[in-house]
């Protein structure tokens, strides 16, 4: 709360309240991914302290910069479906008994 310069959470609270109530008033219903998919949003500096006091844990993650706010995140890869021959369905050959196996 400190942050945002609340020092009570009735302060809190109401606040809440009145940022929800302005953005159902704007219709401006999207969910915005900096917030949603991010681990840190701030300024360049609070968000690389964010991340060298995640120190192993951030191995991978980026700092992006959006819209004049800085955000640290994983980079999205989409799915390989390219699976090696091994991972293939299971067929009817797949079988071995023990007695053949000398």
């Known amino acids: 709360m400190e942050l945002m310069?609340?020092?009570?959470?009735?302060e809190l609270r109401n606040s809440h309240k009145k940022w929800v109530e302005e953005i159902l008033k704007a219709k401006n219903y999207f969910r915005e991914t900096k917030w949603s998919q991010s681990i840190a949003v701030g300024s360049k500096s609070f968000v690389e302290?964010?991340?060298?006091?995640?120190?192993?844990?951030?191995?991978?993650?980026k700092v992006g910069e959006s819209g004049g706010l800085y955000h640290l995140r994983e980079a999205q890869v989409p799915y390989n479906s390219d699976f090696t021959p091994?991972?293939?369905?299971?067929?009817?050959?797949n079988t071995y008994f023990w007695s053949d196996n000398q």
């Open 86 to 93: 091994e991972n293939s369905g299971l067929r009817a050959k």
């Open 49 to 61: 302290v964010i991340k060298e006091k995640l120190g192993i844990r951030a191995k991978g993650r």
């Open 5 to 10: 310069h609340i020092s009570t959470v009735d």
